[in-house]
Each structure stands twice: as structure tokens, then as C-alpha cells.
Nanobody, 127 residues
Framework: QVQLVESGGGLVKAGGSLRLSCAASGRTFSSYAMGWFRQAPGKEREFVAAVTRSGGNTYYADSVKGRFTISRDNAKNTVYLQMNSLRPEDTAVYYC????????????????????WGQGTQVTVSS
């Protein structure tokens, strides 16, 4: 069982930056690939970024590539999402998620692959 708690959301002007954190419970955090997803009002939850269990590889949606950076600190049981050059269209509730990983290269962009989810943190970007 993994419990996830996101933090770091808020209101920011376009062009600004935010850093989201997701703290995980349990002693097996390094066994999970981690992902960030987001859901805007009236839209489906979409993939944003993923990181493999060791942190050695990262993957991004095209819409955030070059602006967002996912990272993790397994010693702190925490995954981060650094968001730069924010745009109004980035406004959404951001969720972190954990996906059990049996090989270091594994990651997923699919919501259905992830077994554990946080409650989400609101990010609002004003124009």
C-alpha cells in the first residue's frame, strides 16, 4: 500500500514557475515508477510526466516538454514536478500516481497502469 500526498500548487501568473511535491508513505517507494497527471475542468485526466523507479529516465507529454521537469528523491520518498514558463492552459488539478515496477526501464503514460493516486493539488495560471 502506498499513500501519496501532493503539495505546492497555487496561483501564478503566466510565465511563472511552481514546484509540486508528492510525498509517499511506505518503505518501497523505489519499487514504483511515478507519474504526474492533470485534469482541467470538463476534460479527462491526462498524462504529464513519468519517471522510472531509479529516476534514471523521464518522459513527458508533448505539451509540457521543455518546460516541466520530473525528478525523484528515493531517500526522501518524494517525487517532484518543476513547472516553468507556465501557461493558462496548464491550469488543472495535478495528481501524482504510483505504478509498481519490476524493471528499471519501466514507465507508463496510461492512467489505468497506476494503482495509487494522491488527492491532487490545484494549479491556476492567470493570463
Amino acid at each position: 500500500q502506498v499513500q501519496l500526498v501532493e503539495s505546492g500548487g497555487g496561483l501564478v501568473k503566466a510565465g511563472g514557475s511552481l514546484r509540486l511535491s508528492c510525498a509517499a508513505s511506505g518503505r518501497t517507494f523505489s519499487s514504483y515508477a511515478m507519474g504526474w497527471f492533470r485534469q482541467a475542468p470538463g476534460k479527462e485526466r491526462e498524462f504529464v510526466a513519468a519517471v522510472t523507479r531509479s529516476g534514471g529516465n523521464t518522459y513527458y507529454a508533448d505539451s509540457v516538454k521543455g518546460r516541466f521537469t520530473i525528478s525523484r528523491d528515493n531517500a526522501k520518498n518524494t517525487v517532484y514536478l518543476q513547472m516553468n514558463s507556465l501557461r493558462p492552459e496548464d491550469t488543472a488539478v495535478y495528481y501524482c500516481a504510483a505504478d509498481r515496477s519490476y524493471r528499471d526501464s519501466y514507465y507508463s503514460t496510461s492512467r489505468s497502469s497506476y494503482s495509487y493516486w494522491g488527492q491532487g493539488t490545484q494549479v491556476t495560471v492567470s493570463s
